[in-house]
């Protein structure tokens, strides 16, 4: 999750990157585009979130900003509404998600995270060990990533 260093990866290791147009001169560079297997440009974020939303197994959240809070937080939402079982990763490099893991504690303490075992995003300490940790707990899981097709189209 955040701009354009995010990308959906396809079988086959391809990625497939999505950024609304507006990001493109901001934050995003032709040669860094140009990496990517397949770009999609959209005309907002919130096309750009429903699109990674549908093209994605599982969200990962790398070290980043605001930006990205926002997008793993709509996807541990969605999660919590019932939306989708896909695994959600905090990549915990450094210890960088620390702050927002005990926030997520402190919230679920007191009650405000509902259905608190849909909202269990995996905490990954090292970049190598996020793609076992996801294959690990869609095979725990032997559910399918998807949610209710109803209720997606309406979000």
Known sequence: MGAVSEGTIRAGGKVLGIIPRFLMNKEATE???DRLDEVVITDNMHQRKQRMFEESDAFVALPGGIGTVEEIVEMMTWAQLGHHRKPMVFANIGGFWDPMLALLDHMRDEGFIH???QVRPLVVNQVEAIVPAILSAASATGTPAE????IIEKM
């Open 31 to 33: 040669t860094g585009l």
């Open 115 to 117: 259905t608190a075992h």
């Open 147 to 150: 949610g209710v097709p109803s």
